[in-house]
Every structure is written in C-alpha cells, then in structure tokens.
C-alpha cells in the first residue's frame, strides 16, 4: 500500500513541489533575447523607521531609477555548454525624484543626465553560474556600476553551504535556500578588495560607529524555462553612533526585475574561446573592450568640503581657529572643516599655505596636520617645528595632538621615532616626546592581534628598555615609567613590578602603568607583591601606593580573605588618612562589582568587622564616584580622590571624568594636583624630608601627560609669590584632538556605492591661577577647563546622475572649574575643594540635501535639536563641606559695647 501512495504522489504532484534546477542549469539559449524591466529606488533617512513609500518621501531623501534591459546569449563554449558570453543592453533608463521634499503626490519623471547618454552593452562572460569576467564599452562609471549589477543578479550558484562569491559589492559570503522554484540568496560580510577609503578598524567602540548591512533576494524561476521570471530584494546600510544612538543614518534600497518578453532572431557568434569573440565584437563596435571584475569599479572619494583648496578655507573658516576660540564649538569646526583639504593637499601647497597666512592660526593649523597624517603633511610639520628649540611649546602641542590620533600608521610612528635621534636640548621636550611614541604604540596594538610581532613595536619596546637601563637621574626614570603606563602593554610588567617594590614616587608611577596596563594580565606573583605592598612590607611606600595596591587587589578577582585582611587593617588608627581614603575605595568598588559587593557583606555579617570602629574612620581624605549626565546609551561618571595629610594640608586630589556604556569605558581626561613638602611633622621630616614643590598631572583621552610643575623648591615659590605670575591665567593644555576618523563604504546590489564618514574633534582648554599671600598666609588656585565636543557623521550615495546626502552634527561647549582655597594662618590647615560646571547646551541637527548635477533640482532641509543641561557644583564628602564653610562664609562679628 506505501509503495502504491508513493507512486500516485510521485505521478500526481511530488513534482511540482520539487527543487527546480537552478544555478548552472540556467538555460538562456543562444539566439534569443530576453527582456527584462528593472527598477531600483533608494531612500536615506537619520531614522530607520521607514514603513511606507509615501511617508518617506515625505521626510527622506530618495529616488527611483526605472528601465528595460535586454539580455542576448550570443557565443557558447563549442566545448562547454555551460560556458557562454552574454550581452546586457540598458535601455534609456529614466529617474524618477519627489518635486519637493514634503510632496504628497508622489514622484515624477525628472530630467538628468541619464537623458543624454548613450548606453553602449556590456559583455559578461558566464560560466556555470558563476559570472567570471566583464567587458565593458568607454562608459561613464556610474553606468559601468549598474551594469554590473545586473549581471550580478545572473550569478546564481546554489549551494546548501555558505559560499564566497564574487559580486558588484565585492567578496561575500551567500546563503542560498531553495523551495520549489524560488531561490532566497542573502549575503554578508563583503569584502572589497579595491576600497579606496581607509581608518575602518576600530580602537574604542564608544568613539567609533555601529555598521550594520544586509541583503537579501528572492529569485522566481519559469520552471519551464529555466529562465529568471522576477528577482525582488531588499537592502539596508546603517550607520549609528555608540556614544549617541539618536546620531544614525539610514539607507535602504529596494530593487525589482521582471521578465517581460523573448523574442528570436539575436546574432550568434563563432569562435573557440571568448578572446576571439571578444576581438571580433572590438572590430565591429570600432572600440576596444575592457576587461574588469564583477567588483564595482571605483570613483573618487567624496570631498567632505565641496573639494575647496586649503587657501580657499583659509578664507571662509580661518577666524574659527583664533587662538581665543579654543576650547569651543566655533574651534572645532573651523578644525574639522580643514582636515579633509589638509590630506588631499599637496607639500607644496602645505608650505605655501603657512608662509603666508596669519600667525596667530598657524599653532591651530599644526593640531590639523598632525589629525591629516599623511606623508605630505607630516612631513609639512617636522620640517616647520624646531624640535632642537628651547621654546617647546609648539613641539609639545603638536606631539600631544599626534598622540590621540585614533589611527597611526606605521609610517607616522616611524618618522616620530626618528625624533629622539636629534638633538633635544630640553628634557621636558624629550619627555613628551617619549608620551607621544608609547600612545601611539598603545593604540597601534589595539588593532593588532598579534602586536608584539610587529616589527615597529619591537623596536620602541627595546629602545625603552635600553635607554631606561641607563638613566642615571630620577626624572629621566619618571619619562621612561610614563611611557610604559601609556603603552600599557603586558610585556612591562616585570620592569615595574621592581620599581613598585622600591616604593617612593616612582613605586607609584608604577602602579599606576600597572593599573592601565590592566589586572586580567596579573600573575600570582604580581597579586602577592601588592599585598606587601600594601602592608609595607617594602619600606618607603607612599600612601597612595598602599591604597592603590589595595584597590588593584580588590580589581582582580579578589576572594573574601583578601578583602577581609584589608578591612581588618582598618582597625590600626595611626594611619586615619589611609583608612579613611581606603574604606572609601572599598564602598566605591562594591558598588562597581558584584563579586567585591558579596564578599563586603559577608565580612560586615561578622560583628568583629561591621561596627564602628572599622566602618567609621576620622580621617579627611576620600574617594567618591557620583553619576555626572545619563543618556540611553552611556553614562558620564566623575570621580574625586582627595588624599590630605594627618596635619590636616592636602597631599593630592584627582578629579576623573569616564564615559561607560555597554560594557565599554573610555576615560576622558583626570586632573590631579600634588603638593610635596608641606604640613609634615617632625618626624616626616627627619626621616623623608621632601623639597617644597606643587604641580598638576593631566591625562587626556587616556594620554598621561608629562608633569606639570608650579614651582620646585622654596625659591620658586618665593618667587612665584613675589611677582605675582601666577594671578594670569597660565595655560596647561591648548590644542584641537581628532577624536573620531572612521570610514566605510557599502556597495549596493546596483551597483551604487553608499559612502559613510564620522569624525570627531575636541577643543580644550586648560588653564590655572594660583594667588598665594603670605601676609594673610592663604592660597587661591583655579584650574578650568573649557572643552567642545563636536561629531559630524556624512552619508553619501551619490552617482553622476543625481546626489543624496544625510548629515547630521552634534555638540556642544562646557566648563568645568576646580577651585582650592588654603588657610594656613593657624593649625590645623584648612582647605576648601570646589568643583562646579556651568549651564550648557548640547546640540543635534540633520542636514538632508538632494540635486540633480546639471538641474535646478534641489532638496535641502535642516532639522535642530537642542538639549539643555542646568549648571551643577559636584558634592564632596561633609568634611570637606564643613571646612569649606569655615573658609568661605563670613563669621558673624560681636556686637560692639559702643
């Protein structure tokens, strides 16, 4: 009975619900042409959610191109019948745009210069499915593009694995599912092996986009045939930015081919192999043809700045780069504008460009030669800046930009590394110099997998560790120590490790390379050398040290007896400064990590160790991390660490500001300020008698810079006192930072190429005052800094014929002051820590633009968006509050007899 329904199923309709043949076993017979109507229509928004064609334009930008094709198979292989040579004819394509950007009629037949081309026929050599080759006709590259993506709709190879091919939009990987006699093809991952455009590797996910793509086709066979019947697919490209997830451009493209008609009579040609045929059909056309891949054949970048010269910029946005502008929005425009001219500029036009234009943006310029990174124009800047100079500031400002580069090259790290064989006559010079090649290793091995394999790596390491074998002063071991923690490559540890052990300020220097090299590459030995860090078992540990081997033990996967041994110190009350600074610590990593949070309970279960006595500490020094600004996609967080000595005088205090979001974090800058050689005790200076010395220590976009130094040693400060420098603002960093450079292009299945750009450029301004008196025997020290934020993301889909853009920009300015306040008049000291952020605005605005080159045509619509962000003065721990209202607050004078 099975076999008698087997055999009834298999004569009735088994049949038609089985796989058509497909792929190789297209039959487009020879002397036939086949016609084909086709249409593709593009659409970019900032938004994705586009749910119909009427709405869309209504608010996108698009357009829509429609056309006859006509496919002739006119050789086949005399030896292989699956080898043959296809002629494609485009007939008068014609585009289709919306008359307004808010029209509700639809859209109409607009003129271009698709009206005034010809269309000469491509050739496509096919075989078994796969489309080998292309020869083309002298075309315009727009046109030779939608050609070949038709005849990548004729490549048709199934497979029940996933497949590489080769198509218009590069080397993908193709999914193909058959049913009955409809083929779903999807692809991904495409590689392009001509890309013009580069910075595509991503060093911070917060400071870098969100590509995503797809595409997919559903192919109708005429089973009878074995011909293509209808092809209908459907294309997206987004870009969205991580830090903002509003900031997102959107392209969706939606394409249709339909058999129409066949008809007999195409001319057949004869010959052994396609070079003859190929020959044969050069004679008749009176033109060569051209051999090229199925890969889209590749145009010109864009220029971001309508392709204006560098002098013509000068012109327009040079008063944007104003030395009084940095540190806002205006700045970082009028930087970002230049970049994209400065890396197409020649040396020559470089050269000529600084020789004549004004002084007072020259030092601006510089930052946009180091962001440009060319040959031409790192070579523009060596040549300009006197590095053998004792006037550094220009060197130093240039080194830093070059520092925070988010993509050096190998052959920008090379010519810095040629620096350090001239004659530096400054050792501050030198020192950043050292900060400047450690960054750049740092985020060059970000993009490596295999880093210390690297040539150029290898030989910065083993220079380091040459020249820091023969340092014979402690400053010169301090530049080394900063270059490691700014490598932050594991390979150091051991180096450090020794160093940490020996304690004093360079033990701390360390650590802290230690901790920014990170505690997942720490070994058992590292972990046991921190413990006795920690309980001195080395002398001449700082205290920072202790707490900061405290804090990296905690960090690394701590077990609730290592916890437990550092809140049992908490019981020794000759250190309340620590204690205090370490208990902080302690409840600021617990609510960080679940792991330190769980052991931390099971400990304070215990009623030895949850009481007052160790939870309840009388010291002033703290650590705090508060929220700063949330969003839906990342976090603002601001950190203060303030260590004060047992005399009651600050030791030093940081104040961090971090990004988060997702399971990214990216520190944005920390400004510390140290102060040696005051409020200690007689002990303190009998035993470690310390110079009197003040400085401040920056870190931008995790680049630790050199030390800043306000005076060392008493005759400094005197002299500092007595001509009252430091009442005018002294600035510590002024400079315009590249920030984000990323570059990527997705072909479309028609052959249009879809163009993304982001960059992001921060201008920041950092300066300080300090005003000491010793008559009234108080200090005031302002440090503030201005910065700009400013992202500006570009989508291009443009072709000959028409030109599509959505931008968007955002941004804005903000302040941040630091302000101390120190009575010394009488004992204790007194100080008074204030840090406050003014009212600002953040700003989102889109920019969508259509024309038709040749045409008035134009679409042009602008949208803003403002958010504003009220003031705010950063809480600080309540002694700190109390201290500061002695200070500040005048006290209430007796009443007088008279």
């Not at 080395?538 to 920072?544: G, L, R, S, V």
């Not at 279960?605 to 996609?633: E, F, K, P, W």
Request: glycine letters at 6%; a positive charge.
């Amino acid at each position: 009975m099975w076999i008698i329904f087997l055999m009834i199923l298999s004569a009735v309709g088994l049949s038609k619900s089985l796989p058509a043949p497909v792929g190789h076993s297209l039959l487009y017979e020879t002397g036939v042409s086949y016609k084909y109507s086709y249409q593709f229509t593009i659409l970019l928004n900032e938004d994705a959610n586009i749910t119909s064609r009427t709405q869309s334009l209504g608010r996108n930008v698009g357009y829509r191109v429609s056309s006859e094709f006509i496919l002739s198979p006119i050789w086949q292989s005399p030896e292989n019948p699956k080898e043959k040579l296809l002629k494609l004819e485009l007939l008068k394509p014609t585009l289709h745009v919306s008359s307004t950007m808010h029209s509700n009629d639809g859209i109409n037949r607009h003129w271009s210069k698709l009206d005034n081309l010809s269309y000469p026929p491509i050739y496509i050599h096919w075989n078994d499915g796969i489309v080998k080759k292309v020869y083309v006709l002298p075309d315009s590259p727009s046109m030779i593009n939608i050609k070949k993506g038709l005849a990548s709709l004729f490549q048709i190879k199934v497979s029940n694995t996933p497949v590489k091919e080769l198509d218009v939009s590069g080397t993908c990987v193709v999914h193909y599912k058959v049913h009955g006699s409809t083929i779903k093809k999807n692809k991904s991952n495409c590689e392009r092996i001509n890309f013009p455009l580069k910075n595509t590797v991503v060093n911070n996910e917060l400071l870098s986009p969100s590509i995503s793509d797809s595409s997919e086709m559903i192919i109708n066979l005429i089973p009878q045939q074995s011909i293509i019947d209808s092809i209908t697919g459907k294309e997206e490209v987004m870009m969205t930015l991580n830090l903002w997830k509003q900031a997102a451009v959107f392209v969706k493209n939606k394409f249709h081919v339909k058999y129409v008609s066949q008809s007999q009579g195409s001319p057949v040609l004869s010959g052994k192999n396609v070079a003859a045929i190929l020959n044969t059909i050069s004679q008749e056309m009176g033109s060569k043809l051209k051999s090229e891949p199925l890969e889209v054949t590749t145009e010109a970048a864009p220029c971001l700045s309508k392709c204006k010269s560098v002098r013509e910029l000068v012109g327009e946005y040079g008063t944007n780069l104003l030395p009084e502008y940095i540190g806002e929005l205006k700045s970082a425009t009028g930087f970002l504008k230049f970049l994209d001219s400065f890396r197409k500029a020649s040396k020559k036009e470089l050269l000529m460009l600084f020789k004549d234009t004004d002084a007072r943006i020259l030092t601006q310029l510089l930052d946009v030669l180091a962001a440009a990174q060319t040959d031409d124009s790192l070579d523009v800047a060596f040549e300009l800046i006197d590095f053998e100079s004792k006037d550094i500031d220009i060197a130093e400002r240039f080194l830093l930009c070059l520092a925070v580069v988010p993509n050096p090259t190998d052959a920008l790290i090379s010519k810095t590394l040629k620096l350090l064989n001239k004659n530096i006559k400054s050792e501050k010079l030198r020192s950043t110099i050292l900060v400047a090649l450690s960054s750049l290793m740092r985020t060059y091995c970000r993009s490596k997998t295999a880093c210390s394999d690297s040539l150029i790596v290898q030989t910065m390491s083993n220079l380091f560790l040459k020249e820091l074998q023969g340092c014979q002063s402690a400053s010169c071991i301090m530049s080394y120590l900063l270059a490691f923690r700014n490598a932050a490559l594991p390979q150091y540890l051991p180096v450090l490790l020794e160093f940490a052990k020996k304690g004093g300020v360079l033990g701390l220097m360390a650590l802290e390379a230690m901790k920014d090299i990170g505690v997942q590459h720490f070994t058992p030995e590292i972990h046991e050398a921190l413990l006795r860090i920690y309980n001195q078992f080395w002398p001449h540990q700082e205290p920072a040290s202790r707490i900061l081997a405290a804090e990296l033990l905690m960090k690394s996967n701590p077990t609730i007896h290592t916890i437990g041994n550092l809140v049992f110190s908490l019981d020794n009350r000759e250190q309340p400064e620590i204690n205090s600074l370490l208990l902080s610590k302690i409840k600021n990593l617990a609510l960080e990590n679940e792991g330190i949070r769980s052991c931390v309970k099971e400990i304070l279960r215990n009623v030895t160790y949850g009481n007052y006595h160790y939870m309840a500490q009388n010291g002033t020094s703290s650590s705090i991390i508060n929220l700063l600004q949330a969003s839906h996609d990342a976090n603002t967080t601001y950190g203060i660490n303030v260590e004060m000595r047992p005399t009651g005088m600050l030791k030093r205090t940081s104040f961090d500001l971090s990004l988060s979001g997702g399971n990214h974090n990216l520190h944005l800058m920390s400004l510390g300020l140290f102060v040696e050689g005051f409020g200690l005790t007689d002990e303190e200076q009998k035993e470690n008698p310390e110079e009197a010395s003040a400085g401040m220590q920056l870190s931008v976009l995790g680049v630790n810079l050199r030390p800043y130094i306000f005076f060392s040693g008493t005759g400094e400060l005197m002299g500092l006192v007595w001509s009252g420098a430091g009442s005018e603002p002294t600035p510590a960093v002024q400079a315009n930072f590249l920030l984000m450079d990323q570059t990527h292009s997705v072909v479309l299945q028609n052959g249009i190429t879809v163009d993304l750009n982001l960059k992001g450029a921060l201008s920041a301004d950092v300066s300080g005052t300090v005003e000491v008196s010793m008559w009234n025997k108080n200090a005031h020290a302002v440090v503030k800094n201005r910065g700009a934020l400013l992202v500006n993301g570009f989508c291009r889909v443009d072709t000959s014929f028409v030109e599509s853009h959505v931008d968007f920009a955002l941004g804005g300015n903000s302040v941040l002051n630091m302000v101390v306040n120190l009575d010394f008049a009488h004992k204790p000291m007194k100080i008074c820590l204030q840090i406050d952020q003014p009212d600002y605005i953040f700003r989102h605005n889109v920019r969508k633009t259509e024309t038709i080159p040749g045409s008035k045509h134009l679409i042009k619509t602008l949208k803003r968006r403002s958010m504003y962000f009220p003031g705010k003065s950063f809480n600080l721990h309540r002694k700190n509050s109390d201290s500061c209202r002695e200070l500040l607050i005048p006290k209430k004078q007796k009443s007088s007899f008279w």
